[in-house]
T-cell receptor
Framework: GESVGLHLPTLSVQEGDNSIINCAYSNSASDYFIWYKQESGKGPQFIIDIRSNMDKRQGQRVTVLLNKTVKHLSLQIAATQPGDSAVYFC????????????FGKGTKLSVIP | DADVTQTPRNRITKTGKRIMLECSQTKGHDRMYWYRQDPGLGLRLIYY???????NKGEISDGYSVSRQAQAKFSLSLESAIPNQTALYFC????????????FGEGSRLTVL
């Protein structure tokens, strides 16, 4: 199976609520983790990243948490807006030489107005 | 203009035909990638290139070939298309050595009948 996976394939949240999207990884050599957002009909877009020597990183309305003990990554979106509706992918970077990114299967976030 | 441009955006072809998907980028990065996206499977790496003289197979390279004509151009070919190559194809570029950010094109939707 894939080393990067998601716990929930779909997530529906009320506008204004916070969203949490989860991701599991299994490659201990991964040194960099990234979240991408893919809107309908478009290519994925970078949202936020975190290095393996960090536990938390915040951006504008988004926070990424990394738990290396259980190999878990999460993306938190504060005050979810209709424009946040998209598919979200986590990705891990191979730090052992190739620096390739391996993507998870994605979670579809639907925001209910 | 888009940073990463893919052509064609949509293509319908028949089994056995040769198909080429083209990609050009204006980001100035040396690394370019071709990914395939299928529903529920996320993004899977087909081929990648670190510079004009470097081509590497990804996770699912069988049935595909690539050509790196210049730093800014990276094309994907299906020598003899088959129906299970029906998918959405993305080209990307980025400096994954120093960041995890890839810049994706808008995608090329290929249907093989």
């Amino acid at each position: 199976g894939e080393s990067v996976g998601l716990h929930l394939p779909t997530l529906s949240v009320q506008e204004g609520d916070n969203s949490i999207i989860n991701c599991a990884y299994s490659n201990s050599a991964s040194d960099y983790f990234i979240w991408y957002k893919q809107e309908s009909g478009k290519g994925p877009q970078f949202i936020i990243d975190i290095r393996s020597n960090m536990d938390k990183r915040q951006g504008q309305r988004v926070t990424v948490l990394l738990n290396k003990t259980v190999k878990h990554l999460s993306l938190q979106i504060a005050a979810t807006q209709p424009g946040d509706s998209a598919v979200y992918f986590c990705a891990e970077r191979d730090g052992a030489g190739s620096y390739q990114l391996t993507f998870g299967k994605g979670t579809k976030l639907s925001v209910i107005p | 203009d888009a940073d990463v441009t893919q052509t064609p955006r949509n293509r319908i072809t028949k089994t056995g035909k040769r198909i080429m998907l083209e990609c050009s980028q204006t980001k100035g990065h040396d690394r370019m990638y071709w990914y395939r996206q299928d529903p529920g499977l996320g993004l899977r790496l087909i081929y990648y290139s670190f510079d004009v003289k470097d081509i590497n197979k990804g996770e699912i390279s069988d049935g595909y070939s690539v050509s790196r004509q210049a730093q800014a151009k990276f094309s994907l070919s299906l020598e003899s298309a088959i129906p299970n190559q029906t998918a959405l194809y993305f080209c990307a570029t980025g400096d994954t050595v120093n960041t995890g950010e890839l810049f994706f094109g808008e995608g090329s939707r290929l249907t093989v009948l």
